[in-house]
């Protein structure tokens, strides 16, 4: 896109990345809008659009506009897949997250852009004071948002808004799983970038259905448990497992004590639960608390190794073009180590 200021200055550099499910009569408005905005201001800019396994014709829709370039999944991966796929196929400095739906507003992107560069921030998420949401996605966000305070305590009120503005580096050593996409800011934020945060407009839905249910919520809260342990264990686990251990051990010894005295008033121990429960209650719980633990730390470190992503690119729409073949899709499904396709 070329730049059409005239004080000398470096255009914007935005990648904007939008994930879609099944939005084939939402995106080509909001991505029209995008490039009314980004002219008017002079960016220089590209729009992806990630495709989670849309049926309806979204990916053809959203690619026969200009400035857009689709990357199609097999299937539907989630909106967190989308996300990461969409941050490590950015090429410009500046990423912008967007729901396909049109309830962000693109004229609060030169808002987001503003308030990083004046406050020297990584990171400015979108706060939805007003927001055009049901009363039961009301109830069911101020819960969540309720959680993420006690088990995160992130500087952010409404991590769940998608408008969000990032520097690219951000994204150099972060992967993405499960339900992250909701709490990146933390995330992020644990690692030691500075997060800011303004209010945003909020739009009601122009057509179709939500995409949020009770399982994503589930495994959002899930998914809060994880970074609560990751931030406050991650390089001394011990702290949290000894505790446990001391209190399994407590347990145990409780029981001890009552089998001592069980065998010591010669009653038969073995019409009692006491000895059973002495050592259950030490090596169960243990045992499969470690295994859980472990478990999700091997998994971290198989993404961070591994460089293929676990979701699979099917083809690139760039300008109305289809690509398909490993030649075309290298930059996008192979991430490596933080590698990117090269801006132009």
Known sequence: MTSNRTDGSDPIELSIVIPVFNEKDNIQALIDEINSVGSKDGWKYEIIVVDDGSTDGSAQAAGSKPNVTVIRFRRNFGQTAAFDAGFHAARYKYIVTMDGDGQNDPNDIPNLIAHLNANDLDVVSGWRVDRQDTVSKHVISRGANLLRKIFLNDSIHDSG??????????????????????????????????????????????????????????????????????????????????????????????????????????????????????????????????LGILTDILIKIYYAIVPEPYYSVWEVIRNGTTERGKEHLEGFERRGHGSRPNAD
């Open 161 to 290: 808004c998608s408008l969000k503005i990032y520097r690219r580096e951000c994204f150099d050593s972060v992967r993405l799983y499960g339900e992250m996409h909701r709490f990146v800011p933390a995330l992020l934020e644990m690692r030691g970038f500075s997060i800011g945060e303004i209010a945003v407009n909020h739009r009601p839905r122009r057509s179709g259905k939500t995409k949020y249910n009770a399982v994503r919520t589930i495994k959002g809260l899930a998914d809060i448990v994880l970074l609560w342990f990751w931030r406050t264990y991650s390089v001394r686990p011990i702290h949290l497992l000894g505790g446990i251990g001391v209190l399994f051990f407590l347990i145990s010894a409780f029981f001890g004590i009552r089998t001592l005295y069980l065998f010591v008033a010669d009653q038969k121990l073995s019409s009692t639960l006491e000895p059973l429960l002495t050592v259950f209650s030490f090596i169960a719980g243990l045992l499969f608390l470690s």
